[in-house]
């Protein structure tokens, strides 16, 4: 089986930063894509950034100049180093992971557990 679990929420104020990290493990061949989503209390889920095996990355406008999304592929994390961050960044964060296990033949979808990030205004 595989684990997503992700870490390094908190409660910042506005402007502040914070780095999101990820890490999947156990019987994993290869991870396609991994990315975060955040949920808003009332909201629905949405995609925060994501990034391919290759480096390529894709992020949300609202996102776009303040956070940026890393891999490391040797250790099977990745991160979200989000900067000037606002309210209305307020969220549950979640990390997502699209993973090749040994053995298998198709990659499967992975969740983690969330993290909650509050920034006070």
């Known amino acids: 089986q595989v684990q997503v679990v992700e870490s390094g929420g908190g409660v910042v104020q506005a402007g502040g930063s914070l780095r999101l990290s990820c890490a999947a493990s156990g019987r994993i061949f290869s991870i396609k894509v991994m990315g975060w989503y955040r949920q808003a209390p009332g909201k629905q889920r949405e995609l925060v950034a994501f990034?391919?095996?290759?480096?390529?990355?894709n992020y949300t406008d609202s996102v776009k100049g303040r956070f940026t999304i890393s891999r490391d592929n040797a250790k099977n994390t990745v991160y979200l180093q989000m900067n000037s961050l606002k309210p209305e960044d307020t969220a549950v964060y979640y990390c997502?992971?699209?993973?090749?296990?040994?053995?298998?033949?198709?990659?499967?979808?992975?969740w983690g557990q969330g993290t909650q990030v509050t920034v006070s205004s």
């Open positions: 990034i391919t095996n290759g480096g390529s990355t």
């Open positions: 997502n992971a699209d993973v090749l296990q040994f053995g298998s033949f198709a990659f499967l979808n992975y």
